[in-house]
T-cell receptor, first 115, second 111 residues
Framework: EAGVAQSPRYKIIEKRQSVAFWCNPISGHATLYWYQQILGQGPKLLIQFQNNGVVDDSQLPKDRFSAERLKGVDSTLKIQPAKLEDSAVYLC?????????????FGPGTRLTVL | GENVEQHPSTLSVQEGDSAVIKCTYSDSASNYFPWYKQELGKGPQLIIDIRSNVGEKKDQRIAVTLNKTAKHFSLHITETQPEDSAVYFCAAEDTGNQFYFGTGTSLTVIP
């Protein structure tokens, strides 16, 4: 089965510019996560979707970050305007949440550099 | 919310030796504890997990132990090989189905 797809893999932008990341989860996975991974740290949850509804976005900096998951499949994460501290790898993950099965599958990530 | 701490941050072992990575968590209601391996330029990949109703789980050279009373869990890798070199993350899932990750352990296996 195909894994979680993300694009682009790399992005370099200047501060105050905007950027968007795309994620296509594994087919049939209702839950989708976006994480921010700063160099040398573990992933930090930004937002969690269940189908096309937001389950939790408490750690999403809503003044500059936005995310959507139209039709409960693909998702996009946007940053506008970007700051230097947004430089990180943005990981998308999906899971099929069963009664006793909730393994997360991660995509390769998008490495963002803000200059 | 949940807080996960992981030690050590770096670990070097000789090929064939064992490696142990330890994590603690703060929320006693957390009930699922996965371990991930992350290689350079790739996303984390699940290598083993354990649920709160189990004390130990083993899969070939990898094992995980969980002590619910002390709120800590550990990853054990035996007979390490150079391809085990990577960054390892522990995580805990809370009752809201959110995952909290440790800060990672960079494991180097010296041939």
């Amino acid at each position: 089965e195909a894994g979680v797809a993300q694009s682009p893999r790399y992005k370099i932008i200047e501060k105050r510019q905007s950027v968007a990341f795309w994620c296509n989860p594994i087919s049939g996975h209702a839950t989708l996560y976006w994480y921010q991974q700063i160099l040398g740290q573990g992933p930090k949850l930004l937002i969690q979707f269940q189908n096309n509804g937001v389950v939790d976005d408490s750690q999403l900096p809503k003044d500059r970050f936005s995310a959507e998951r139209l039709k409960g499949v693909d998702s996009t994460l946007k940053i506008q305007p970007a700051k230097l501290e947004d430089s990180a790898v943005y990981l998308c993950a999906s899971s099929y949440r069963g009664v006793s099965y909730n393994e997360q599958f991660f995509g390769p990530g998008t490495r963002l550099t803000v200059l | 919310g949940e807080n996960v701490e992981q030690h050590p941050s770096t670990l070097s072992v000789q090929e064939g030796d064992s490696a142990v990575i330890k994590c603690t968590y703060s929320d006693s209601a957390s009930n699922y504890f996965p371990w991930y391996k992350q290689e350079l330029g790739k996303g984390p990949q699940l290598i083993i997990d354990i649920r709160s109703n189990v004390g130990e789980k083993k899969d070939q050279r990898i094992a995980v132990t969980l002590n619910k009373t002390a709120k800590h869990f550990s990853l054990h890798i035996t007979e390490t090989q150079p391809e085990d070199s990577a960054v390892y993350f522990c995580a805990a899932e809370d009752t809201g189905n959110q995952f909290y990750f440790g800060t990672g352990t960079s494991l180097t296996v010296i041939p």
